[in-house]
């Protein structure tokens, strides 16, 4: 009897899994969306290649878009920026061009040229014997003109430069990048005194701080300004350009000094 009753629960089941459910499944609801319009065109933002349907013609999406970068932008932005950098370069030519290699001559023993002196020979013919500078003491806070004998302090001079060349390798000496100042004559302190640099680099006196040994004073802009008006090679360190400005200041003053030496 037990047997019995499973055959028929077992058979009643697989009845239900055939048949299903008798619960019945609700229909989907629709939206109901009006008709397309097809007598206007319709234009997406879709891949150009694909071609848009219109009652009469095909449009490409091409059509539709806006050109905001022509072609010949680059290129017109490019020539106008080698425009710029012409203009500014011919300026920067016409200011330098504009500076004029001739100016006043502040001091009997300079040229009206910039960054140039007489020779000795010239000098002599002319009765200048002493050079003269102005000076600032540190101690006393006095400035006055200091007088250096021409003939004097150039022989020392050359003759410093004729035992020490060949060691100082085209670099200026330690005398030259700290010089030693002259004592002041009214407090009496040792190397107290300083030269006095123009700020207006054409007004310096340069043979004045060359017979006094005292161009390392000069700021490298200084140093600079001068080798730009002679021609000599203005990028390297302190050193280098002040040797350079010492053998050209000798040179102006006696050109036959590298030959002898």
């Known amino acids: 009897m037990n047997n019995s009753m499973v055959l028929e629960e077992e058979l009643d089941l697989s009845l239900s899994l055939r048949c299903g459910s008798s619960t019945r499944t609700p229909s989907p609801f629709f939206l109901y969306l009006p008709p397309v319009n097809h007598s206007q065109t319709l234009c997406y933002n879709l891949d150009p290649s694909i071609m848009l349907f219109s009652s009469n013609t095909y449009l490409s999406l091409a059509s539709c878009t806006h050109d905001t970068n022509p072609p010949n932008a680059p290129a017109e932005a490019t020539e106008n920026v080698s425009t710029v950098t012409r203009s500014r370069r011919t300026s920067s030519t016409r200011?330098?061009?504009?500076?004029?290699?001739?100016?006043?001559?502040?001091?009997?023993?300079?040229?009206?040229?910039?960054?140039?002196?007489?020779?000795?020979e010239y000098l002599s013919e002319n009765n200048i014997h002493t050079?003269?500078?102005?000076?600032h003491c540190k101690r006393c806070d006095h400035e006055f003109e200091l007088s250096l004998d021409l003939e004097e302090k150039l022989n020392d001079l050359c003759q410093f430069i004729s035992r020490g060349k060949n060691k100082w390798h085209n670099r200026a000496p330690r005398v030259w990048m700290s010089p030693v100042f002259p004592k002041c004559p009214l407090c009496g302190r040792e190397s107290?005194?300083?030269?006095?640099?123009?700020?207006?680099?054409?007004?310096?006196n340069w043979l004045f701080l060359l017979l006094g040994q005292m161009l390392g004073c000069c700021k490298l802009n200084h140093l600079k300004y001068f080798c730009k008006h002679n021609e000599i090679h203005r990028t390297g360190a302190k050193d280098r350009l002040l040797y350079d400005i010492y053998e050209n200041l000798i040179n102006q003053l006696v050109p036959d000094f590298s030959s002898n030496s």
Do not use: Y
Request: a positive charge; glycine letters at 2%.
């Open 192 to 204: 107290s005194t300083r030269p006095i640099i123009a700020k207006n680099k054409k007004e310096i």
């Open 95 to 120: 200011r330098s061009k504009a500076m004029s290699e001739t100016v006043p001559a502040l001091f009997p023993w300079a040229k009206n040229q910039r960054a140039s002196i007489h020779s000795k």
């Open 131 to 135: 050079i003269k500078g102005k000076v």
